[in-house]
């Protein structure tokens, strides 16, 4: 397939447009719930309901509510609102996890994530993690569905794309977000280091889009030690 030919096909997906489908009626809310993370994707929300409940396959969760395929980056308002009565999470607070579609007509597909606009094909549908953040707390971070993400800037590192024990990428097709297919535990998989100059861009993008402009971050020290805020205050280059 030609290289135009495939980034427009990511970016139709990334807006939607490859995952479309009707929500079956009858939708009943899921035994088990899960409260979302501040900076959770959407898909990674899916992935731990089905796991919750015990189901074998994230799908289980995503085709009641009309949604064909994972990763799903900018749903429709109607899948929005069957997953919020699957999951029990109001479908505003869904919102806030995933993309917006922008219909402008132009040729290349835009989206809003978060207030922040920015080119459909952004959105990558190749799985990528951070070992230690998923260690720390078991969720798919939104800004990793970010292309120019490559690195996770708390903890310095880059994020892998394949399982270390059977080298096969990472995938969306099971439920838990910790074990690769063949058992391997991710949380415990080495993660290289970065150069500053992939941790600056890395601060600057996730901070843009997933930062809190209202937010204020500081402690009783005067520091800012945690939530996303941390990701803007740090030059990628001087450490400033």
Known sequence: M????RESLIAADACGDLGMGT???????LPLRCTPQPDESLTSLVLRLAERNGMDWPSEVAKP??????PVFAPSSAQLEALALLSGVPAEKLAAMCAERIPNGAPRPAVRL????FPADW????????????GESP???????LRHVRVCVPHACALIHACPGCGKRLDWGRPTLTRCRCGRDLTAAPAADCDTEALGAAAWIGGTVIGDPNANHVNS????????????VFDGYTGA
């Not at 929500?23 to 809310?29: A, K, V, Y």
């Open 2 to 5: 030609p290289a135009c030919a």
């Open 23 to 29: 929500e079956q009626p009858g939708l009943r809310r």
């Open 65 to 70: 509510a009309g949604i064909r395929s994972l």
């Open 114 to 117: 978060r207030g922040v606009e």
């Open 123 to 134: 959105l990558r549908p190749e799985r990528k993690a951070c070992p230690r953040c998923l």
């Open 139 to 145: 969720h798919h971070r939104l800004q990793w569905d």
């Open 221 to 232: 020290s005067g520091y800012i030690l945690s939530g996303p805020e941390f990701l803007t």
